[in-house]
């Protein structure tokens, strides 16, 4: 069973869960990328990921573990450690982890330890927005109608995702954790439901899902 994401991000300033995951969780998904594609790129070992083992089945250190999957185009890496493999190899190699043209990129980066969370989205049209969680993406040069851009930002404001015209920041999110738990699990959900991303809680939890190794810039 799947459900909304909303979960993923109300528990983002949770520690993690011991055999699988819960907090402070990050995602990065590729749509028109097999999983194992996405996987190399973000330095895990070949020969590991066609042993496919579970998460909750690797008896050393968790770190720089990943959980991965598929959900109907997308494939989709999850980390537990407050930041993502993604995101820091952008800055570090944009190059190496650049998807190509026409390939899609969402990523999520709980970017615990400094805030706030950061949202990058790669339409495959060559360009990269980088925003931090509540950004008006529609107010972006490219954000044609009609456009991948225009379609995430114009759905993110129907969500609640952004604020509102009329509201100071610090209200919105004073509205946002009194009535939805607040912007994180308000944010994972309308990307989840826009881009079509839907991922297996009860596994992700309890660790079902099968795991993988990364390599980072600071490893």
């Known amino acids: 069973m799947t459900e909304g994401l909303k979960w993923i991000g109300q528990h983002t300033f949770d520690n993690p869960a011991a055999d699988g995951m819960l907090g402070g969780i990050s995602m990065t998904a590729t749509r028109g990328v097999p999983v194992r594609d996405l996987l190399l790129k973000l330095g895990a070992d070949e020969e590991a990921i066609l042993r496919g083992i579970r998460y909750r089945d690797f008896s050393l250190t968790r770190d720089a573990l990943c959980m991965y999957g598929t959900s109907g185009e997308w494939a989709y890496v999850l980390e537990d450690r407050g930041s993502c493999t993604w995101y820091e190899w952008f800055f570090e190699d944009e190059d190496k982890v650049l998807p190509a043209a026409g390939e899609e990129l969402i990523c999520l980066n709980a970017n615990v330890a400094v805030n706030p969370s950061n949202l990058v989205y790669v339409p495959g049209d060559g360009n990269v927005y980088l925003n931090n969680f509540g950004d008006d993406l529609t107010d972006r040069p490219h954000a044609v109608e009609g456009s991948k851009l225009a379609v995430l930002g114009e759905g993110l404001k129907a969500s609640g995702a952004t604020c509102p ?12 954790n009194a009535q939805e738990g607040g912007l994180h699990g308000v ?13 297996p809680r009860v596994d992700v939890e309890q660790g079902r899902l099968p795991a993988a190794r990364l390599t980072g810039p600071y490893t």
């Open 165 to 176: 015209k009329g509201y100071t920041v610090p209200h919105w999110h004073d509205l946002l």
């Open 187 to 199: 944010m994972w959900q309308a990307v989840g439901n826009i881009l079509s991303i839907r991922i």
